[in-house]
């Protein structure tokens, strides 16, 4: 699930690397996300709709597939404060909301500025999802900073914290 941050931009680099490792990929964005990337190539990409609004009952399009694990990368400073207050007034916050409630482990990768990290709802916000199993990864340790000056993410970080959910997830 991917929100609007600087590195949903490069959703390119990360998305290869999921699949060369196995990985099924299907990208759900919140609408401003949506707006920033190219959801066409998204779905070509990972062979899975790219999904930004629920599907209308009755629809015959085909559900998602049930998830071995849920990245929430890039996470923005709004969407981890309405995740954590329980705000469902996106899809992609709906189904964020829904698999608290699951077994599935989740990996999100906040990119938030250090002054925004510094307001008190954003300390309550981690505390919240934390306590109800998220695994919050530290922006200082994943940001980048791309040669156009723009957060990026460092990838591999990401893909290794996915490994680990997963593995420590069988383990339990």
Same mark, same amino acid.
């Given at each position: 699930?991917?929100?609007?941050?600087?590195?949903?931009?490069?959703?390119?680099?990360?998305?290869?690397?999921?699949?060369?490792?196995g990985?099924?990929?299907?990208?759900?964005?919140?609408?401003?996300?949506?707006?920033?990337?190219?959801?066409?190539a998204l779905?070509a990409?990972?062979?899975?709709?790219?999904?930004?609004?629920p599907?209308?009952?009755r629809?015959?399009?085909k559900?998602?597939?049930? $998830?071995d694990?849920?990245l929430? =990368?890039? +996470? %923005?400073?709004?969407? /981890?404060n309405?995740?954590?207050?329980g705000?469902?007034? @996106?899809?992609?916050?709906g189904?964020?909301?829904?698999?608290?409630?699951?077994e599935?482990?989740?990996?999100?990768?906040?990119?938030?500025?250090?002054?925004?990290r510094r307001h008190? $709802?954003?300390?309550?916000?981690i =505390?919240r +999802? %934390?306590?109800?199993? /998220?695994?919050?990864?530290?922006?200082?340790?994943i940001? @980048?900073?791309?040669?156009?000056?723009l957060?990026?993410f460092?990838?591999?970080?990401?893909?290794?914290?996915?490994?680990?959910?997963?593995?420590?997830?069988?383990?339990?």
């Amino acid at each position: 699930m991917v929100s609007a941050a600087p590195p949903v931009l490069r959703l390119e680099e990360f998305i290869p690397r999921l699949s060369a490792d196995g990985w099924t990929v299907c990208v759900i964005a919140t609408p401003t996300a949506a707006s920033w990337v190219d959801l066409d190539a998204l779905a070509a990409e990972t062979g899975c709709v790219t999904r930004v609004h629920p599907r209308p009952p009755r629809q015959k399009e085909k559900s998602l597939p049930r $998830a071995d694990v849920i990245l929430a =990368a890039p +996470l %923005t400073f709004n969407s /981890v404060n309405k995740w954590a207050a329980g705000i469902s007034d @996106t899809f992609a916050l709906g189904v964020f909301n829904e698999m608290l409630g699951t077994e599935v482990p989740i990996v999100a990768a906040p990119c938030i500025k250090p002054a925004l990290r510094r307001h008190p $709802a954003y300390a309550d916000s981690i =505390a919240r +999802l %934390t306590k109800a199993g /998220v695994t919050l990864l530290d922006p200082d340790t994943i940001t @980048t900073r791309a040669e156009d000056g723009l957060a990026n993410f460092d990838w591999s970080y990401v893909v290794s914290a996915l490994h680990s959910a997963v593995t420590s997830d069988v383990d339990r």
